[in-house]
């Protein structure tokens, strides 16, 4: 599919913010985030303005952004509506959360409710962005079993990179914050590695399969009509496989490999030197943001729509 900018910003930004927005809601909820309210400010601000900015960068990628609100009241069919909907409501418990925990403290018991809910509602928003790629079968890279278990490691992930180097600059370093990065980088490339491994072992149906016309060498003559639509300018898009695999390669050394080494280093240099870790910690951010940029690019580019069949593509592949 094509990749429009709108909506891998969207994926990305909102993406981090709901994650680190989970994680603080999370570590408040046990007793386990500091009483810190320069964190609480600057911490859940990032993530709530990380957030607003990526729903509103997702509106560009509509028609007519102004009747998004109409996507609202479809909730009982749509993961489009459902994702509306949860972002919204998310941010009662997070504007709750973030002004209880400055005004009040980090331990009050109605702060760590609001945490709680908080961290709730945005691994369920990140669940069900998932699923509106997820729930769409005409696109089989996309309708599998790996697609909401990527999204969500990968808004862990990044959330626990921001999360790591706030409280490095903000509190001191602390070591479980970067323990649980590493972990869930581990975890989102892994599971990356597996969803590209699946996709590319997918067999896919040809021409004739689709039109019905059994078995054999089926090929378009003609294609449906004599213009381009909005099939062939969103779900045509071709990216040559030898790009494909640099780009892939590029994904993993940013968004994994360095982010990884980073907080690891961070790790070994421990508590005694306090520039060490917050150097590593603004490393890991770094690097990762332009190999997440890449990575959502690919999610998008690589996607195989089935109705491309009918317009010459011999398999649904856009290579």
């Keep these: 599919m094509h990749p429009a900018f709108s909506v891998i910003f969207f994926t990305t930004s909102s993406g981090a913010g709901y994650g680190l927005l989970a994680l603080m809601g999370l570590g408040a909820a046990v007793g386990l985030m500091p009483d810190s309210r ?50 919204v409501v998310t941010y009662v418990p997070a504007v709750a959360f973030a002004g209880g925990w400055v005004v009040f403290g980090v331990d009050g018991a109605a702060v760590r409710v609001a945490g709680l809910l908080a961290a709730a509602g945005a691994l369920a928003t990140v669940c069900t962005t998932a699923m509106i790629y997820a729930s769409l079968k005409p696109v089989p890279d996309w309708s599998n079993r790996w697609t909401l278990p990527v999204y969500l490691a990968f808004s862990l992930a990044t959330g626990a990179i921001l999360l790591n180097a706030l409280l490095a600059l903000f509190v001191g370093f602390v070591p479980l914050a970067a323990w649980l990065a590493v972990v869930f980088i581990a975890l989102a490339w892994g599971l990356k590695l597996s969803a590209w491994r699946h996709n590319d072992a ?95 690019w690919l999610f998008f580019a690589e996607a195989r729509h089935i109705s491309t069949l009918y317009y010459g593509y011999q398999h649904a592949r856009m290579t």
Excluded at 63 to 87: D, N, T
């Design 202 to 296: 997918l067999a896919l149906p040809d021409a004739a399969a689709a039109t019905g016309l059994g078995a054999g060498e089926v090929r378009s003559v003609e294609w449906p009509h004599s213009q381009a639509n909005y099939v062939l300018k969103e779900m045509g898009y071709r990216v040559a496989r030898k790009h494909a695999a640099k780009l892939r390669r590029y994904a993993q050394v940013l968004a994994f490999a360095l982010p990884l080494a980073a907080v690891l280093l961070g790790l070994l240099a421990g508590g005694g030197n306090a520039v060490v870790p917050v150097a590593t910690a603004v490393l890991a951010i770094v690097a990762m943001v332009p190999g997440l940029l890449t990575e959502r």
């Design 38 to 87: 320069v964190l609480a400010i600057v911490g859940l601000g990032l993530a709530l303005v990380m957030i607003t900015a990526g729903l509103l960068s997702s509106t560009f990628h509509l028609g007519h952004p102004e009747r998004a609100w109409r996507a609202f009241s479809q909730w009982r069919s749509s993961w489009l509506s459902r994702e509306g909907i949860s972002s």
